[in-house]
């Protein structure tokens, strides 16, 4: 028997069509926390990780080419862009030559499809809020949709906790705001719930690489996947050395207990252990959030665990309206997909170039998409023409939200092949042609602008 909390999340997420076996996922998660699981992972119980290099990896062509012909790739879609300031989804937004996310992650799979001769289907878990807005986007690419298999599969949605007694919150005002995504983790639900994982499996795919879809860097590689299926794993992650700007993200390690690879987010961390998150020498890698599993080893797994994969716990605890601050703090229930790493027994990991995580978390990063950093090929494909990505700290009372942005850049974004750093404090607007050299701070206490063909730096 449930608690009377657990119960009435129950009949809620019953009367909004959740889908059962995410009800149960959200019940045993209810149960950990209700049972006091914070599913912190303290120091003392993990060690570093080391991991072989995918540059150091001889992958046969014929090995690459059969094995991107049994991947699926899906894409997370669900944001919705809202810390920038967007309503709609995040993967719409513009990054260059009038192009979307969308539009070069659709055309990044189509150039493969051609090259490889494989059938390579596009999936997108969309949220209920992204998914209308996806699709009108996607139509434009009629041969995208893979007859058998739907373009998208949606994520679900439970209740926010209230924090002092785990009941489900009520906000009339705005009904929307009494609920939340479960977590990127919910991928591995939503996949079985909505019978996609069993369609996947009936057509004689082998092998899924999912990534984020503001991460263009995350092509669906032949080479990662022929490296994969030759490993005979059943779930991998790609990993990144960890700089300055991860201090404070999650990172790779091993379980002392079992030897498993596990995933430490930042929310997992103990206060007394954030000096050693943020210690680079000691934990040297991140995770891209590209990872690839055998889908008949996800199946069998899922199946044995009556659909509850396990995942730790993330405690995730904020306002009930995120923008006020005097609604009462609830809890929401989230789990990391790259978790899963530690279900899996054999699973792996391996380091791949900065070139393959490219995420877009603020108007910082967008600048930097938008600049000649990267170019984009006949591929779609971003390769770094820059000799370093520059560090760029933009003031967020101006800049942090997109249409502030595009308003301060209405000639696009400066050229920054050549910058180390660029910061901005204060109002400044930017004519066509700028350039930054080196290492550059623009302060001003009124709005100031840059002339068209200026160079900064030099």
Same mark, same amino acid.
């Given at each position: 028997?449930?608690?009377?909390?657990?119960?009435?999340?129950?009949?809620?997420?019953?009367?909004?069509?959740?889908?059962?076996?995410?009800?149960?996922?959200?019940?045993?998660?209810?149960?950990?926390?209700?049972?006091?699981?914070?599913?912190?992972?303290?120091?003392?119980?993990?060690?570093?990780?080391?991991?072989?290099?995918?540059?150091?990896?001889?992958?046969?062509?014929?090995?690459?080419?059969?094995?991107?012909?049994?991947?699926?790739?899906?894409?997370?879609?669900?944001?919705?862009?809202?810390?920038?300031?967007?309503?709609?989804?995040?993967?719409?937004?513009?990054?260059?030559?009038?192009?979307?996310?969308?539009?070069?992650?659709?055309?990044?799979?189509?150039?493969?499809?051609?090259?490889?001769? =494989?059938?390579?289907?596009?999936? @997108?878990?969309?949220?209920?809020? &992204?998914?209308?807005?996806?699709?009108? +986007? /996607? $139509?434009?690419?009629?041969?995208?949709?893979?007859?058998?298999?739907?373009?998208?599969?949606?994520?679900?949605?439970?209740?926010?906790?209230?924090?002092?007694?785990?009941?489900?919150?009520?906000?009339?005002?705005?009904?929307?705001?009494?609920?939340?995504?479960?977590?990127?983790?919910?991928?591995?639900?939503?996949?079985?719930?909505?019978?996609?994982?069993?369609?996947?499996?009936?057509?004689?795919?082998?092998?899924?690489?999912?990534?984020?879809?503001?991460?263009?860097?995350?092509?669906?590689?032949?080479?990662?996947?022929?490296?994969?299926?030759?490993?005979?794993?059943?779930?991998?992650?790609?990993?990144?050395?960890?700089?300055?700007?991860?201090?404070?993200?999650?990172?790779?390690?091993?379980?002392? =207990?079992?030897?498993?690879?596990? @995933?430490?987010?930042?929310?997992? &961390?103990?206060?007394?252990?954030?000096? +050693? /998150? $943020?210690?680079?020498?000691?934990?040297?890698?991140?995770?891209?959030?590209?990872?690839?599993?055998?889908?008949?080893?996800?199946?069998?797994?899922?199946?044995?665990?009556?659909?509850?994969?396990?995942?730790?716990?993330?405690?995730?605890?904020?306002?009930?309206?995120?923008?006020?601050?005097?609604?009462?703090?609830?809890?929401?229930?989230?789990?990391?997909?790259?978790?899963?790493?530690?279900?899996?027994?054999?699973?792996?990991?391996?380091?791949?170039?900065?070139?393959?995580?490219?995420?877009?978390?603020?108007?910082?990063?967008?600048?930097?998409?938008?600049?000649?950093?990267?170019?984009?090929?006949?591929?779609?494909?971003?390769?770094?023409?820059?000799?370093?990505?520059?560090?760029?700290?933009?003031?967020?009372?101006?800049?942090?939200?997109?249409?502030?942005?595009?308003?301060?850049?209405?000639?696009?974004?400066?050229? /920054?092949?050549?910058?180390?750093?660029?910061?901005?404090?204060?109002?400044?607007?930017?004519?066509?042609?700028?350039?930054?050299?080196?290492?550059?701070?623009?302060?001003?206490?009124?709005?100031?602008?840059?002339?068209?063909?200026?160079?900064?730096?030099?």
């Amino acid at each position: 028997m449930g608690s009377a909390g657990l119960d009435k999340a129950r009949a809620k997420m019953r009367e909004a069509g959740v889908d059962e076996i995410a009800i149960e996922t959200f019940a045993h998660y209810y149960r950990l926390l209700e049972h006091g699981e914070t599913g912190m992972i303290p120091e003392s119980t993990i060690e570093p990780v080391d991991m072989e290099a995918l540059a150091d990896v001889e992958v046969p062509d014929d090995v690459a080419a059969d094995a991107i012909k049994k991947t699926v790739v899906i894409k997370l879609n669900g944001g919705l862009g809202t810390s920038m300031g967007m309503d709609r989804a995040k993967s719409l937004l513009c990054v260059r030559r009038g192009l979307s996310f969308l539009d070069i992650i659709a055309r990044q799979v189509l150039q493969l499809r051609k090259e490889y001769d =494989a059938t390579l289907p596009l999936l @997108l878990m969309n949220s209920f809020r &992204t998914s209308s807005d996806t699709l009108h +986007a /996607l $139509a434009r690419y009629e041969d995208l949709r893979v007859e058998g298999l739907p373009l998208e599969f949606l994520q679900n949605k439970e209740p926010k906790l209230l924090a002092s007694n785990l009941a489900p919150a009520s906000f009339p005002a705005d009904p929307d705001l009494e609920w939340c995504p479960p977590g990127h983790g919910d991928i591995y639900t939503a996949l079985r719930g909505s019978g996609t994982l069993d369609l996947l499996i009936e057509q004689g795919y082998r092998y899924v690489f999912v990534s984020n879809s503001d991460n263009l860097g995350a092509v669906p590689d032949p080479k990662v996947a022929g490296w994969f299926a030759a490993s005979g794993a059943p779930f991998a992650i790609e990993s990144v050395r960890r700089t300055a700007s991860d201090r404070k993200g999650g990172h790779f390690a091993r379980r002392k =207990a079992d030897g498993r690879i596990v @995933l430490r987010e930042t929310a997992q &961390t103990l206060p007394q252990d954030k000096a +050693a /998150l $943020a210690d680079l020498d000691r934990h040297r890698f991140t995770s891209t959030n590209n990872l690839w599993f055998d889908l008949h080893a996800m199946k069998a797994t899922l199946d044995q665990r009556e659909g509850i994969l396990g995942l730790p716990l993330i405690r995730n605890v904020k306002h009930l309206d995120p923008a006020d601050s005097s609604t009462p703090e609830v809890v929401q229930i989230e789990t990391a997909m790259g978790a899963a790493i530690e279900v899996f027994e054999g699973a792996r990991l391996i380091e791949v170039g900065r070139d393959r995580f490219i995420p877009v978390k603020t108007t910082n990063d967008l600048l930097v998409l938008r600049s000649d950093v990267y170019e984009i090929g006949t591929d779609f494909a971003l390769t770094q023409v820059a000799s370093d990505v520059p560090f760029i700290d933009l003031d967020t009372s101006y800049y942090k939200l997109v249409g502030d942005f595009d308003q301060r850049f209405p000639e696009g974004a400066p050229s /920054l092949q050549k910058a180390s750093s660029f910061s901005i404090e204060g109002d400044w607007t930017f004519g066509h042609g700028v350039q930054v050299v080196g290492d550059v701070e623009l302060t001003a206490k009124c709005a100031q602008r840059v002339a068209a063909g200026e160079v900064l730096g030099a």
